[in-house]
Every structure is written in structure tokens, then in C-alpha cells.
């Protein structure tokens, strides 16, 4: 069992930046993949960024791919999404998952509650 929580989220302007942590617990919580995912308001929920166990491998939507970037700290059981240069069309609750096995784009056994992302324009 893995629990995740995110933290991170509020608003910002257009142009700007956040910094969204995942925080794991739970068993062999450094063996599990990471990924990152959003749903706006009216729309399915899609995938934005993974990260490996080993953090060597990373994967990223076109969408945020040169804006945002993965990293994680097995030490601090954490992984983070750095967000610059934020659009509003970033507006989403941002939820990360985890898996086992590297495979950014498929199912995912565990989930967090979410944070809440909102740019403004």
C-alpha cells in the first residue's frame, strides 16, 4: 500500500512558476513509478509528466514538454514538478499516482487527492 499526498498548488499569474511535491509513504515506496496527471473542470483527466524509480527515465506531454520538469528525491520520498512559464490553459487539479513497472502513460494503482492549480491571465 502507498498513500500519496500533493502539496504545492494555488494561483499564479501568466508566466509564472509553482512547484508541486508528491510525498509517499508506505512499502518500498522508492520501487513505484511516478506520475503526474490533471483534470480541468469539463474535461477527461490527462497525463502530464513520469518519472522512474530511478529517476533516469522521464516522459512529458507535448503540451508542458520544455516548461515543466520531473525530478524526485528517493531520500525524502518525494517527487516534484517544477512549472514555469504557466499558460492558463495549466488550470487543473493536479493529481500524482504511482505504479509499479515504467509505463508513464498506463494504469496506476495508487492516487492522491489532488492539488488545485489556477493561472490567471
Known amino acids: 500500500q502507498v498513500q500519496l499526498v500533493e502539496s504545492g498548488g494555488g494561483l499564479v499569474q501568466a508566466g509564472g512558476s509553482l512547484r508541486l511535491s508528491c510525498a509517499a509513504s508506505?512499502?518500498?515506496?522508492?520501487?513505484?513509478?511516478i506520475g503526474w496527471f490533471r483534470q480541468a473542470p469539463g474535461k477527461e483527466r490527462e497525463f502530464v509528466s513520469g518519472?522512474?524509480?530511478?529517476?533516469?527515465?522521464?516522459d512529458y506531454a507535448d503540451s508542458v514538454k520544455g516548461r515543466f520538469t520531473i525530478s524526485r528525491s528517493n531520500a525524502k520520498n518525494t517527487v516534484y514538478l517544477q512549472m514555469n512559464s504557466l499558460k492558463p490553459g495549466d488550470t487543473a487539479v493536479y493529481y500524482c499516482a504511482a505504479r509499479l513497472g515504467w509505463s508513464p502513460r498506463g494504469e496506476y494503482a495508487y492516487w492522491g487527492q489532488g492539488t488545485q492549480v489556477t493561472v490567471s491571465s
Open positions: 518519472i522512474g524509480w530511478s529517476a533516469g527515465t522521464t
Open positions: 508506505g512499502r518500498a515506496t522508492i520501487s513505484y513509478a
